[in-house]
């Protein structure tokens, strides 16, 4: 059945932490993987799913720089991938599979932000590639693992920036003028359109997808934007200190996504966009709540998830999509 997008009345907002949303849920026994687990928001995610007893799987670009980062934390396992990369991927999935556990939780949360122009792979547009194209193969090439378990949630980080772009049908990879900021909004609407996609064929096999907004949060994700960019939209001050007073903290940035892959609020529902740690509703206007139509329209979604497996060569549901 498909889920509304409508809130739900959780209980929880935009200032629950990751730790406030898990009190009182035992992840004991589970598994999750959580891609890019080891910065930021994923970091702040792998340790409140470890403090809950979760063994955390943190598969990483920089494996020498997360097993340094998390090392402080029990439970977690950090291997390596690099979503650009679609052997990486491919290789990281296969010692995963091999090793006969299965998944959970699976966090779809590295992603980069307006980078300059980047062709990666055949010459793909570095952020649709990353941000989605990586995270399709992986999550499609897991799917034994994920599909094995007892009602595993695959959780997809987007963003409100989604408002700005759909999918770009004539020019996905910004072979005509590349806009940094066009690309980081179509990647993120396509992170959103997956969730939808994957909930319809992986429901029979009691898997789960969401996708939320985590809310704006200082974070190493802005790492390609020059300090004098963010002091003009107002972010930081001269000194590089936080100016924004509607921004969260990590701990509230990591909640929404905490909450999607663990709430028992959720049980049966799927294919949603959450934010501020609720279903949220579906925008009426440009002030950048809520998500767009483009990015919850399922047949957006089957087409997309049709795109992106001619362009990885990988589809765990051939013979169902």
């Known amino acids: 059945m498909t889920t509304p997008q409508h809130k739900i009345g959780s209980g929880f907002g935009a200032q629950s932490t990751a730790d ?6 035992d992840l004991s026994a589970k598994l999750a993987i959580v891609t890019g687990g080891y910065s930021g928001l994923g970091l702040e995610t792998t340790r409140a799913l470890a403090s809950a007893g979760a063994h955390v799987v943190v598969p990483a670009r920089r494996r020498a720089t997360a097993q340094e980062a998390v090392k402080s934390i029990d439970g977690v396992e950090v291997d ?13 999935a296969e010692r995963f ?13 590295a992603g980069v932000m307006a980078c300059p122009e980047t062709r990666v792979g055949p010459g793909w547009e570095a952020q649709f590639a990353i ?18 378990g007892d009602g595993a949630r ?17 020019d996905v990879a910004f072979e005509h003028g590349y806009d940094r900021w066009q690309a980081y909004a179509q990647a993120k609407t396509a992170n ?4 939808v996609r994957l909930d319809v064929l992986g429901r029979s096999a009691g898997v789960r997808a969401f ?23 107002g972010w930081i001050d001269e000194d590089g200190n936080l100016a924004a007073t509607d921004f969260k903290t990590p701990a509230q940035g990591a909640a929404t996504q905490v909450w999607a892959a663990t709430s028992p609020r959720l049980a049966g529902m799927g294919g949603v966009y959450c934010e501020d740690c609720d279903i949220a509703e579906s925008a009426v206007n440009d002030i950048g709540a809520g998500v767009r139509d ?7 979604a089957a087409r997309l998830w049709t795109l992106s497996s001619e362009l990885t060569g990988v589809n765990a549901f051939v013979t169902a999509a």
């Open 131 to 148: 941000n989605h194209l990586g995270h399709f193969a992986l999550v499609n090439l897991l799917w034994p693992a994920i599909a094995n």
């Open 294 to 300: 483009h990015a919850t329209d399922p047949e957006q």
């Open 97 to 109: 599979v091999a090793s006969g556990r299965h998944i959970d939780i699976m966090i779809n949360n």
């Open 192 to 195: 959103v359109l997956f969730a």
């Open 211 to 233: 996708s939320l907004h985590p809310g704006s949060i200082l974070t190493p994700l802005q790492r390609h934007l020059p300090r004098e960019e963010m002091v003009a939209l």
């Open 20 to 25: 406030g949303v898990l009190r009182g849920i």
């Open 154 to 170: 695959v959780v997809a980080v987007s963003s409100a920036a989604h408002h700005a772009s759909g999918i770009r049908w004539d």
């Open 80 to 92: 390596e991938v690099d979503l650009a990369d679609l052997e990486s991927v491919r290789r990281f």
